[in-house]
């Protein structure tokens, strides 16, 4: 099997044997355009919490990544009887009709909305203001499935701004397509909506999207989204979306032919991977973000959470999602921006990167030492509170306050930011019974211990280092026919360590105190108490405006 996992800066490929799971051959392509959040590759400028990107990157990947990944295997291309995908989500491609991206359609290379909305763009929070405050008056049956309110990250908010910003690259939009399902076209030639990123990001509940009175009441011209810009539901996880086409073919070195299995979502796609396919397990893939998700028996709504739909991550259960919108991505721009040069010469000479430096030195510390407490919403806030008009804070520095203290006040502050979503689903009647970590960010032990002693529980965490990855290979096989069902690919396949990291119950209690302040800052500011961070945001668009002008 290949599984290929698209994230936010890179795309990997990897080579899985069917029978056991165990990864081959692995490569990674980093898009060339990356994340485009201050201009176009033209120049023109972007406003502020935009973030682009170019699609070709995507193909590149399949281009570059998997025949590096064939040939580091040695394996014989024949042998390959089917290949996965994932994405991030929701990321967003204006199409035409076969499936031209609009960024490549003569004249439209300047406009910033014929290029793919990634994830975290966020400059659709307006118009998730409005869908959220109608849905409210309206008693709209679809908002508890997603704790209350819908993210301006999702489908629904970003066309609106599209609509509403650019009619003329809305009009020419004849499918607004999630990448998840843009790349599968791609590899198949047919055009397949998945039901997970349908369910989760573009609020299909129970076969049915929102209703024409509720878009024409949010804008006259809006009314008919559905109809003409989304491709009715026709793809369920571990199922084929079509088989490998010549042109693919002739991307990847594979067969033409051999199964393409539905879109997915990278952190869902990862949970057989981590064999987390049971109820009460709560999944985090940790990275630049990080999402949490779980399967249960029964249906619940979680105030916050992103979402629950039925079969959305395993078959036969309900699968719910929650997540952060900054988690890796903050620990970077402090260490992008505010570390001081001798740190880095120190970390140089010691051959450590500045994570490595820092780390070490904010190990050494006791709880509650530095005298520090963040909120870790430098990139808004998913859950519980949805709102990514929320900004970062740390509050206590003085002067003798040091790198590593505020290093590791952001490390705790994402721990408390987890450990806020995993009270939610306890107190909603959706019991999180074990906690499971995968991600890139598992590499740093001192974090994880963090994560432990925070949460006051064991964490347990995948083996592969590659778990979206490896979790779409695994989707492959079911859809191939190799497994019956993901559970039986999921235990031949995945791989998890148990207990891997214990909380140390001193310390755990030491962390109840400063999650307390942390508490009552996290609702003071994100919950109505003050609105400063909101007007904050309006002042900067107001000065950017300005500045533009």
Known sequence: MIGVDYGTLSGRAVVVRVEDGVEIGSATHEYTHGVMDRELPDGTPLGPDWALQVPSDYVDVLRIAVPAALEMAGVDPARVIGIGTDFTACTMVPTTADGTPLNEVEGFASDPHAYVKLWKHHAAQPQADRINDLAAKRGEAWLPRYGGLISSEWEFAKGLQLLEESPKTYAATEHWVEAADWIVWQLCGRYVRNACTAGYKGIFQDGTYPTRDFLTELHPDFGGFVEDKLQPVSGHLGEAAGRLSEEAASWTGLPAGIVVAVGNVDAHVTAPAAQATESGQMLAIMGTS???????????????????????????????????????DIFNWFVTNAVPAAYAEEAADRGLSVHELLTEKAATQAVGEHGLVALDWHSGNRSVLVDHELSGLVLGLTLTTRPEDIYRALIEATAFGTRTIVETFNASGVPVREFVAAGGLLKNEFLMQVYADVLNMPISVITSAQGPALGSAIHAAVAAGAYPDIHAASAAMGGIQRDAHLPDPERAAAYDAVYAEYRTLHDYFGRGGNEVMRRLRSIRRAAHAGGAA
């Open 290 to 328: 990080t999402c949490h998700i779980m399967n249960g028996e029964v249906l619940r709504e979680v105030p916050g959470m992103c979402g629950v739909v039925d079969g959305g991550v395993t078959p036969g259960l309900w699968g719910y999602e929650a997540g952060q919108s900054g988690v890796g």
